[in-house]
């Protein structure tokens, strides 16, 4: 299980997200990422956190065993929803709140954490 966020420094403050219920996963956190880089880094990622970075259809399309992306926040403007439509990619997001202040951030890593969880319990082999 790989997860990539591709723009924690968007965020205020500190983005400490809490660890993920599944032994084995591996873990990049990227303050920015310039949208050429965002292929480069995501290509066999299976989550896909950004919070505006734009995640493209060639991005989506390009990532072969992408399942998930999550908005690190109420927006999914910048999320081709069309494309993770057509790949059968689920798109999340935290509802009502936005990393502009430490406090909000926190909340939003949490809650990030929380939608992996939960759509990990979803997978039949969760190994």
Not at 106 to 123: D, F, P, Y
Request: some cysteine; overall charge negative.
């Amino acid at each position: 299980m790989n997860i990539v966020m591709v723009d924690s420094g968007q965020l205020a403050g500190e983005a400490d997200f809490p660890e993920v219920d599944i032994k084995k996963y591996g873990w990049q956190q990227f303050v920015s990422l310039e949208n050429a880089e965002v292929e480069e880094r995501c290509w066999r990622t299976d989550v896909i956190i950004s919070t505006n970075t734009p995640i493209t259809a060639q991005v989506i399309k390009e990532s072969f065993k992408l399942k998930l992306i999550i908005a690190a926040g109420d927006n999914t403007d910048h999320i081709d929803r069309a494309a993770a439509d057509a790949q059968d990619i689920q798109v999340m997001n935290v509802p009502g709140i936005t990393g502009d202040n430490a406090t909000n951030t926190q909340v939003i890593c949490e809650q990030v954490v929380q939608h992996i969880n939960k759509w990990l319990k979803s997978l039949p082999d969760k190994e």
